[in-house]
């Protein structure tokens, strides 16, 4: 279905609150997975556990032995794990969004390397062609690939080129036919050894030049795969590095527009990001099931574990946060869904979320199972391993934290931009001027006093004293990022420790936004039911984001930050850590 036109009013409720708005219309009713995909998602969940069920000590055996057999490959495909995000009229099962990520949070209850085969193809290996593709390239290889005859591989980071990505090597020059000879080397691709399809990011105008995305197939001369890496965790899955020696690439194998290819890389990596939040929600759910089974079973002191409150407060932190951490990856996926053009800050803020709520999680579930969390026979371990990633691959958290705080800035600054103008040309365009005055002042206002603040008013009255201190927390995020760009100008960008800051208030408001609205739906549903367990959950939440979020505005105007730095200077020029008691 064709998704709705924007209404710009609906957009990046993230970035809105660093203006102290409120752009909750896409929150309230809070969305649901639709109707029409319930029945096909259901039937997929179904035919993954009846699959993945019963096979934990087989997972077990390929994190050993560091790889997934081909016939457990082969079951995948024949499953349809490889077709999930491809439109049905190409043999795909044509999934949102948001039933991709529910999938991926299925397969991720048993074995983090099975969703990341799946996942790398689906998420990044082959979304350059869905979003960019012409329709030739999608028709010759979308049919393939939802079969999983052809396995699709990312191919962006190099030996010098990782977070800095728009800094690759790997470059293609153009053959005067049209056609292009790439040569350069990838490496820790997912995929890597498996693919047939790679999605290749190479420099086409010189070193220093813009960046084009192309199709590069694994049958094609000069392409090469190393041997698997041996990795901490999702051992299971294949990455290696990738090999381009003076590859010939068709003309019709760019994807997207010549130059364009970070605009393509970044807008993958964006779109892709539920599927990640949605693999670590799976992880959760099912170390909260571990730490429920093991906390009741396990007797010290002649009672059950879970009867004293240290246990229970790791129990409901987990709970919380698995709850905070489906309601972004849900409303990210849903913004994707409707088509909205700027989700780019609410999904890096749930990637961040999500990636470190999963870590949270597996440490407490781990640390309730006391000695045996730490033996290999139990799973925590493993998730451990498995779970670390997340917070490094598809963009560093430091680098999506710098992202976020940035890119709300922007807008911050963008409408100061507008005041300073509008000041200037009162003279010459009074009633421009004073348009862009009066929405000022009244911001202004809203930033100071409670009668004019931005409203989060469609939560349920119950929740009114959590959307008060949302409300007011925005106000605060409004008014420090305003003060941070008066202070810092431009040179905000080398200011990392305040953009942190900046950047931490944003995502834990923002996930409170997102708890409430969902609460707010249930309440709201249930009519009058009992929702004691919900309201509760949004509490704990308010309660440990306020704490969050206060720190990090605190921390503004009251840190240690020149120490802190000294610290880290005096370190590094010496070599170390340069005390002793000796
Ligand atoms: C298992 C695995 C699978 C992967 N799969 C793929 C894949 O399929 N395709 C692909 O293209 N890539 C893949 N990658 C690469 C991954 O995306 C990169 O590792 C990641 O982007 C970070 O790059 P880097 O490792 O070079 O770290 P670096 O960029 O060297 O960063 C190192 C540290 O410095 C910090 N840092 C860097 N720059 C800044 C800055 N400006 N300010 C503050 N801090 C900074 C980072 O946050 C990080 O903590 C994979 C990696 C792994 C480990």
Partial sequence: ????????????????????????????????????????????????DRFMSGKEAQFRRFDEKGEQPQEYVEELKALGLFS????????????????????LQQTSRYDASTSLTIGAHSSIGLKALLLFGTDEQKKRYLPRLATGEMIAAFCLTESGSGSDAASVKTYATPNGDGSWSLTGEKIWITNGGTAGFFTVFAKTEGEGGKMTAFIVEREWAGVSSGPKEDKMGIRASCTTTVRFDNVQVPADCVLGEPGKGFKVAMAVLNNGRTGLGGGCIGAMKRLIEHAVAQSTQRKQFGKSISEFQLVKEKIALMTMLCFASESIVSFVGALVDAGVEDFSVEAAASKVFVSEALWTVADEALQIAGGNGFMKEYPYERVVRDCRINRIFEGTNEILRLYIGLSGMKDAGDSLKGVAKGVGGI????????????????????????????????????????AAWLEKGASKLGQAAEATLKKHGKGIIGEQLVTKRIADSAIDLFVGMCVLARVSSIITERAGGDCGDEVALARVYTHFARTRVSNSLKGLVQNSDRDLLRLADGTLSKGGYSWDIL
């Fill in 84 to 103: 999930l995000i491809i439109p049905a009229e190409f043999d795909g099962l044509g999934l949102s969004n948001s039933g991709y990520s529910r999938v």
């Fill in 427 to 466: 003279f010459n365009d009074p009633i421009k001027g004073f348009g862009l005055l009066t929405g000022y002042a009244t911001r202004k206002l809203s930033q100071v006093t409670p009668l004019g603040r931005g409203s989060f008013w469609r939560v349920a009255a119950q929740l009114k004293p959590e």
């Fill in 1 to 48: 279905m064709k998704p709705e036109a924007t209404n710009p009013a609906d957009e990046s409720p993230a970035k809105g609150l660093f203006l102290g708005e409120f752009r909750d219309s896409r929150l309230f009713p809070f969305p649901k997975i639709s109707e029409s995909e319930k029945e096909s998602l259901s039937l997929v969940l179904e035919s993954v």
